[in-house]
Nanobody
Framework: QVQLIESGGGLVQAGGSLRLSCAASGRISDYTMAWFRQAPGKRGEFVAGIIWSGGATYYEDSVKGRFIVSRDNPKNTLYLQMNRLKPEDTAVYYC??????????????????WGQGTQVTVSS
């Protein structure tokens, strides 16, 4: 069992930056990790993912070139650097962990562990 705790959310003006962190209670070096988000009244959506080694990343189209996902396996921590934020990025952001490291999926149901979420609000 792995517990995930997100942090780093907050209120920022459009064009600003935030860095989210997701700290795991256990070893995540064999896990695929990802960020998802859910805005009020909308379905949750995939944002960014990173394979177990950190050697490959993948992004939802609207965040490509603005967001960077990374991980520090010795620290059991996942990060999301968010730049040039837009009001449409406003959502609760969640990190997920998938025990199947060969499964680089954007489908939330495939992930085994989730954090409680951190709110990101971007004002115009």
């Amino acid at each position: 069992q792995v517990q995930l705790i997100e942090s780093g959310g907050g209120l920022v003006q459009a064009g600003g930056s935030l860095r989210l962190s997701c700290a795991a209670s256990g070893r995540i070096s064999d896990y695929t990790m990802a960020w998802f988000r859910q805005a009020p009244g909308k379905r949750g959506e995939f944002v960014a993912g990173i394979i177990w080694s950190g050697g490959a990343t993948y992004y939802e189209d609207s965040v490509k070139g603005r967001f960077i996902v990374s991980r520090d396996n010795p620290k059991n921590t996942l990060y999301l650097q968010m730049n040039r934020l837009k009001p449409e990025d406003t959502a609760v952001y969640y990190c997920g962990a998938d025990q199947d490291r060969s499964n680089n999926t954007v489908i939330p149901e495939q992930y085994d562990y989730w954090g409680q979420g951190t709110q990101v609000t971007v004002s115009s």
